[in-house]
Structure formats: structure tokens, C-alpha cells
């Protein structure tokens, strides 16, 4: 795979916040955070990585835009509840 | 469109849905987005006009939070706390004030503190601290959250300590029902520790001064400790966490299924288009899925 790298780095970040968010279980607001500056990196992975690809489009980063919103709003609202 | 015709436009790539699975569309996500935030709002609406209807079962033992807790101390080579009944009954009052007055916090809206407690009940002490806890499903998980946080752990251990008072007690908190854990630690001033301490449960401190006891609605928070400390558990089948969780987990799970099913789709019949990659939003769905999945009820304080 051509962009493998690229994969990996994103799966580096995200184990890393999958560990923070488990360290700072039951801190909530911690949590939340760490949700969200994921949610924040993850849209920036995405400008980054189709434009390396050369194929930078809104509509494409409107796509990463709406999926780290929606995943970050529900487990904000989990966390909130908890 | 036939029901199947929709299920496929929602889930397949196509001609009609642009070779996407409509679902994975940004519209369709943002549709999702507001429809859960209607979700979350009805929750709210039905909490406040049916209070009480959803809470969250609990089997938390006080002797075993207290048990555990000399257990951790033990382990740091540390003396076993003991059981203080004015200790005890600080933690009923200050539990029944956080539901008479639907708080969570360590200081009441009125400004009482946490030390004001132990000084309607006459305990002097050298040293006391205060940790809190709600909605754990039972007494060790609720020790092991106070061991991973830096500030409860350090309440937990703290070797000035020699006396301790609890109370588990059920009730309404934000219009659903909740089980409080509150602990005390205390170590009394020399001329209370010569007194006889009659063994009843105890709770747990935190450094502070000796401050003026506050003395307000003390006797109507003591019948509402009353009335809930000894009750069990109304045991509520659902709670806003669990109905949140469900949904959680039932909307990542479809989008990572139409993911899945739409890589799988693409890769087969080698589509071309222009879309985010599926492969990276698997892998962030999946973990944020995984993260949501491992979340267990409760919270400290």
C-alpha cells in the first residue's frame, strides 16, 4: 500500500489517545478533551493526507469534518452521562 | 423506492447513491448528528417530567468500600482506618445535603463545605478530608476509581489519617436516581481520640482548617440521610447512561458496518470516486467504538 505510512501514523495517534482515555478513566473532563482533540487531529490527518495524494476537495473534507463531529458529540454525551 | 430498494440505496454502493452508500454520505451523518442530539434533548425532557423513572442500579457495600480501603493501605504498609460513628453520621448528612439540595460537588450551592459536616456532628480533628463517588455498579470499582486518580489516591493513603466514615445512599440527583458514596477520614484531635470510639462505619479526609461549623437545615438533611441510607437500591432497569450507550453503540456500529460493507464493495468492483477513505474512518469509528463499548458507569470527586 502506497500510503501505508501514512495509516500507520493515524493509527499511532489514535492508540495513544485510546490509552490516554484509559488512563484518565472516571476523569470525564479529561476524557472529553482527549475525544475531542482526536476528533480535531482526525480532520487534520485527512486535509493532510489527500492533499500529499493530491486530491484535496471540500466535499472530501467536509466528510472528515461530519464524522469527527458525530463521533466525537456521541461520546461526549456518553461521557456526560456517565 | 421499495423498502428493500431504500435498504440498498442506504447500504450499497450504486449508481443511485453516486457509488457511496447513502449513509456515509455527509447529509445523511449530519442528519444523524441532529437526530441524536433530539435523542439526548428528549432524554432531558423525560427526566424532568418523569423523574425518578430512570436511575442506576447499584450493589455497593459499605463495609466492603471500607474494607478495600484498608486493604489499599495495608498494601503501602500503611494502618487500617477505623471505623468512627460520628464519622459515619457526618457522611449520611452530607450525602442527604447533596440530595436535598441536587448537588455534586464537594461545597453545598449554600457554601457549606465539607468540614462544616464533621463539625455538626462533633468531630474535632487534626486532619480530614472528604472523597465522593456515584453510580459505580459495586464497592471495589469504586476504591479502584479513587486509586487511579493522583488526588483520591493520595486522600486514600494518606497516613495521617486513623479514622474513617461512610455512607452509600440512595436517592434522586438531577432528577434521576443515584447512589452517593461518601467517605471521610478523620483523625481526631488528642483529647477526642482518648474517648471511647463506638466501631461504626467510618469516611474519609482531606486537609482542612477548622472552620466554623455552618449549621443550617441540619436536621432535615439527617431525616432525608435517614429515610435513604438504609434503603436498597430501587434497582431501575435503565439509566440516561445505559439508553446513551445503546445508541452510541447501535449508530457507530452501523457506520462501521456500512463501512465495511462499502470498502468491501468499492474494492470488489473497482470503483473510482471521490470520497473520504474508507480504511482511515474504520479505523477511528472502530476505536472511538471500542473506547465507548469499554466506558462503564460512574464518577468521582
Not at chain 2, 461545597?107 to 468540614?115: I, Y
Not at chain 2, 494518606?158 to 489519617?161: D, K
Not at chain 2, 437500591?233 to 439509566?239: A, F, G, K
Given at each position: 500500500m502506497k500510503y501505508l505510512k501514512h495509516y500507520l501514523i493515524l493509527a499511532a495517534i489514535l492508540s495513544v489517545g485510546f490509552g490516554l482515555f484509559w488512563i484518565f478513566n472516571y476523569n470525564r473532563t479529561a476524557q472529553i478533551w482527549i475525544t475531542l482533540i482526536l476528533g480535531v487531529i482526525y480532520v487534520i490527518w485527512g486535509v493532510v493526507h489527500h492533499a500529499l495524494r493530491h486530491e484535496f476537495h471540500w466535499q472530501i473534507i467536509w466528510e472528515y469534518l461530519v464524522v469527527a463531529t458525530l463521533v466525537s458529540l456521541v461520546v461526549t454525551f456518553l461521557l456526560i452521562r456517565a | 423506492m421499495s423498502l428493500l430498494g431504500w435498504i440498498r440505496h442506504l447500504f450499497i454502493p450504486h449508481q443511485s447513491n453516486n457509488h457511496r452508500a447513502?449513509?456515509?454520505?455527509p447529509s445523511v451523518l449530519a442528519v444523524i448528528v441532529a437526530g441524536f442530539l433530539v435523542y439526548q434533548f428528549g432524554l432531558n425532557f423525560y427526566l424532568l417530567v418523569r423523574p425518578s423513572v430512570l436511575g442506576f442500579a447499584s450493589s455497593i457495600s459499605p463495609e466492603r468500600v471500607i474494607e478495600a480501603t484498608n486493604q489499599k493501605r495495608g498494601e503501602k504498609g500503611l494502618a487500617p482506618l477505623t471505623i468512627n460513628s460520628k464519622l459515619n453520621e457526618a457522611a449520611q448528612r452530607k450525602a442527604g445535603d447533596m440530595f436535598a439540595f441536587d448537588y455534586w460537588a464537594h461545597?453545598?450551592?449554600?457554601?457549606?463545605?465539607?468540614?462544616a459536616f464533621f463539625q455538626e456532628v462533633g468531630y474535632k480533628y487534626l486532619y480530614a478530608g472528604e472523597n465522593l463517588a456515584r453510580d459505580f455498579q459495586d464497592s471495589g470499582a469504586v476504591v479502584e476509581a479513587w486509586m487511579n486518580s493522583p488526588t483520591h489516591r493520595d486522600n486514600l493513603l494518606?497516613?495521617?489519617?486513623k479514622e474513617i466514615g461512610l455512607a452509600v445512599v440512595n436517592g434522586t440527583l438531577n432528577g434521576v436516581e443515584t447512589t452517593l458514596v461518601v467517605q471521610l477520614f478523620g483523625t481526631p484531635t488528642p483529647a477526642v481520640a482518648k474517648a471511647p470510639q463506638p466501631q461504626v462505619p467510618a469516611f474519609q479526609p482531606a486537609q482542612a482548617p477548622q472552620a466554623a461549623p455552618e449549621l443550617g437545615e441540619a436536621s432535615v438533611v439527617l431525616t432525608q440521610a435517614e429515610e435513604t441510607?438504609?434503603?436498597?437500591?430501587?434497582?431501575?432497569?435503565?439509566?440516561p447512561f445505559s439508553l446513551t450507550k445503546m445508541m452510541v453503540i447501535f449508530l457507530l456500529g452501523l457506520i462501521l458496518g456500512a463501512l465495511f460493507l462499502d470498502a468491501l464493495l468499492v474494492y470488489r468492483q473497482k470503483v473510482v470516486r471521490l470520497s473520504g477513505k474508507n480504511l482511515a474512518h474504520l479505523i477511528f469509528v472502530g476505536a472511538v467504538l471500542l473506547s465507548a463499548i469499554l466506558t462503564t458507569p460512574g464518577a468521582i470527586l
Open positions: - | 447513502r449513509i456515509l454520505h461545597t453545598s450551592p449554600s457554601g457549606r463545605n465539607p468540614w494518606n497516613p495521617n489519617y441510607a438504609q434503603a436498597p437500591s430501587p434497582s431501575p432497569s435503565l439509566s
